[in-house]
């Protein structure tokens, strides 16, 4: 039932102690890198957890200020990976990792793996993006962990998804529930039930997607299985921070790996028990690069009832939202200013732009509507069908996914004063 | 040589009448017009009798706006005429960017307007064939 029960089902008082434990070690460690030594994080003086309260936050400007190696506390020869955002225009967010660290990683994604009813016997096909991005090589080692046969295919490709899920008799998937309704669409189209056809598939681990309880009745309905919600982020390893358990009420996240907070986004004030608030977190275990109170601008709510798994580490409720503009399309993180800098370094477009989001099937839509600025209209399609497809291009290039470009006359976006809304979300959850 | 009036607009209903009732409210003639669509936006090609006034119109208010010399072509004798002015352009390797054409009140007098990029000498190369080329002032006129 459990991958380290001794862990998992941990009375508070221990957990809290083992947390309290690791701060200070954290404290410690985290002290030797350029960016906290500047905040002078050595004389700060931890002696029960709610201290930790008295820190400074660490932001994801933060991380972007101190590229490449300010976060960084121990040598180079060290850290054996390193993981990164996307963005070629503005500075990427980089995360590194020691032995140490992978493998305490990989130990937490095993654990939820085996938390969801993963075993040995298992074929797992990994669907979602490998390289710089977590998903995919966090749950890949996990699997691998644990001992399952493990398939990377990682995104894409529908037809040779389906036909390795039937040659192989693949029990779990791991996959972004919009890519999972896309998959359920194509099997439905030609014909073929899972039930029937995949027998052996059971699991599904949805993640790198904020998704409602709606979409997952949906995967689970179609293919017949049961449906697990994953919440991670690259600052704290990417995937096997929080997972959902065999009782799917909330996501249990691992407190000795990570100490969190839900505050308010304004006043960074811990937030009312039941209350929703911006989840922190400060990692407890990271050795080449500890993060202290990263804002992680998710909104969640603390669950502190007991759980029926016996699980003592608390949950979170499913991610409602975010504090900040962050857009999240197909697993990829995109910030409004990704595009606006690409419509800046634009010569015939204007500096208004709107970004609406839609559901297209199952899939997310995103629509760039510009100005077209003009001084550089001369009177033909042709020039301006160029600039649409440049535009494209290079919001591809920047963003990962291919936007439709929509050049709008002069004038016509209007701008509220104060702060523009430049996001229009209009998806079904 | 006579002046065509560019327009970019969105592909949406109303915008012809939106951008119309705006030059002829201030008393400019509508001597012909097309659009040029291409998916969600388009181009509305117009010719006026004051092309010049009409651009700053638009201008003003607040149109991405265009203006370019266009060959117009009276054309006597129908269909033949236009075959001529074809027939013409294939010959010479002239390409043909935009065209549209109309009737006027004069009985057997036909304009058609031709954009075309290349080449420079262009009027010279149809007025030679023995076609009548318009200026501004003559569609004035008209």
């Known amino acids: ?429 | 040589m006579a002046h065509q009036i560019s327009l970019f607009v969105e592909n949406k209903p109303g915008k012809l009448n939106a951008v119309l009732t705006s030059i002829i409210g201030k008393k400019i003639d509508i001597k012909a017009f097309m659009i040029a669509s291409a998916g969600k936006f388009g181009v509305i090609k117009l010719l006026v009798d004051e092309p010049f006034k009409a651009r700053e119109i638009l201008k003003d208010a607040g149109h991405a706006v265009a203006l370019e010399e266009v060959v117009v072509v009276e054309i006597t004798e129908m269909p033949q005429g236009i075959q001529d002015i074809t027939g013409l352009f294939a010959s010479k390797g002239i390409n043909i960017e935009n065209a549209y054409g109309f009737s006027t009140r004069e009985k057997s007098k036909s304009l058609f307007i031709i954009e075309t990029k290349e080449p420079s000498n262009i009027k010279e190369v149809v007025t030679a064939k023995g076609f009548n080329v318009l200026s501004d002032a003559q569609i004035y006129a008209l």
């Open chain 1, 1 to 429: 039932m459990y991958w380290d029960q001794a862990t998992e089902t941990m009375s508070r008082d221990q957990l809290e102690n083992l947390q309290l434990k690791r701060m200070k070690e954290t404290l410690n460690r985290a002290a030797k890198a350029p960016f906290y030594q500047s905040l002078g994080i050595a004389d700060y003086v931890i002696k029960d957890l709610s201290d930790i309260q008295k820190l400074p936050v660490t932001t994801k400007q933060d991380l972007r200020d101190a590229y490449p190696y300010g976060m960084v506390c121990t040598p180079l020869q060290e850290i054996i990976r390193l993981h990164s955002s996307s963005g070629t225009t503005g500075i990427p967010t980089v995360v590194y990792h020691s032995r140490e660290d992978i493998q305490m990683w990989t130990e937490l994604v095993t654990r939820c793996m085996y938390m969801i009813g993963m075993r040995p016997d298992d074929v797992f096909q990994n669907m979602i993006g490998y390289g710089l991005f977590t998903g995919g090589l966090g749950l890949h080692y996990g699997a691998e962990r644990l001992g399952c046969l493990t398939i990377p295919t990682g995104p894409g490709n529908t037809k040779r998804q389906l036909m390795f899920m039937k040659e192989f008799d693949v029990s779990v998937i791991h996959v972004i529930p919009s890519y999972a309704l896309h998959l359920a669409d194509t099997l439905e189209a030609a014909g073929i039930n899972p039930k029937k056809e995949i027998p052996k598939l059971k699991s599904a681990i949805l993640g790198a997607e904020p998704h409602s309880e709606e979409t997952r009745a949906k995967i689970e309905d179609f293919f017949g299985i049961d449906a697990f919600n994953s919440y991670g982020l690259s600052e704290m390893n990417g995937p096997g921070v929080a997972f959902e358990c065999q009782h799917r009420q909330g996501l249990h996240l691992w407190e000795d790996a990570f100490f969190f907070e839900i505050v308010d986004p304004e006043t960074l004030k811990p937030t009312a028990p039941g209350q929703r608030g911006e989840l922190i977190m400060t990692t407890l275990t990271r050795q080449a690069m500890p993060i202290i109170r990263y804002r992680t601008k998710d909104l969640t709510i603390r669950i502190t009832a007991e759980c029926a798994c016996g699980r003592t580490h608390q949950r979170i409720e499913r991610i409602s939202g975010r504090s900040d503009d962050m857009m999240i399309l197909k697993g990829v993180n995109i910030f409004p200013i990704q595009i606006e800098q690409i419509l800046i370094g634009t010569p015939g477009v204007g500096r208004n732009y709107q970004i609406m989001l839609q559901s297209k099937g199952h899939n997310d839509h995103m629509i760039v509507k510009v100005e077209v600025d003009p001084s550089i209209f001369i009177g033909d399609i042709s020039s301006l069908e160029k600039l649409r497809g440049k535009l494209t291009r290079e919001l591809r290039d920047e963003i990962l996914i291919t936007p439709e470009v929509d050049l709008c006359e002069p004038g016509s976006i209007t701008v509220a004063q104060g702060k523009a809304v430049r996001v229009i979300d209009n998806r079904e959850s």
